[in-house]
Nanobody
């Protein structure tokens, strides 16, 4: 089973940038579709972005299109979420997720079978 560890969260001013990283271990990374989700108190976890096994296909939620970029490096077993033009509404705990059940970018959290512990992103206005 894959283990996931996120890093890169923190406090940033509106309009700023952060890069989240997800390091995977314990299995062959290229077997897994990767996704980033976020959650705020009282709300359900929502998809932010997802990328297929090879990195050739991505999905972005409408609210991050043009601002966030998801990439992966299968040789280094890492996935990165570059977040630009951050807004206060982007404040949340961000979770990295992996699944070997779906080949393409998966948007439903129920499709994922491994999760990181989360990293907090706070965007100040």
């Amino acid at each position: 089973q894959v283990q996931l560890v996120e890093s890169g969260g923190g406090l940033v001013q509106a309009g700023g940038s952060l890069k989240l990283s997800c390091a995977a271990s314990g299995t062959t990374f290229s077997r897994y579709t990767m996704g980033w989700f976020r959650q705020t108190p009282g709300k359900e976890r929502e998809i932010v972005a997802a990328i297929n096994r090879s990195g050739s296909a991505t999905y972005y939620a409408d609210f991050v299109k043009g601002r966030f970029t998801l990439s992966r490096d299968n040789a280094k077993s890492t996935a990165h979420l570059q977040m630009n033009s951050l807004k206060p509404d982007d404040t949340a705990v961000y979770y990295c997720a992996a699944t070997d059940l779906v080949q393409g970018p998966a948007v439903n959290p129920l499709q994922y079978n491994a999760w990181g512990q989360g990293t907090r992103v706070t965007v100040a206005s």
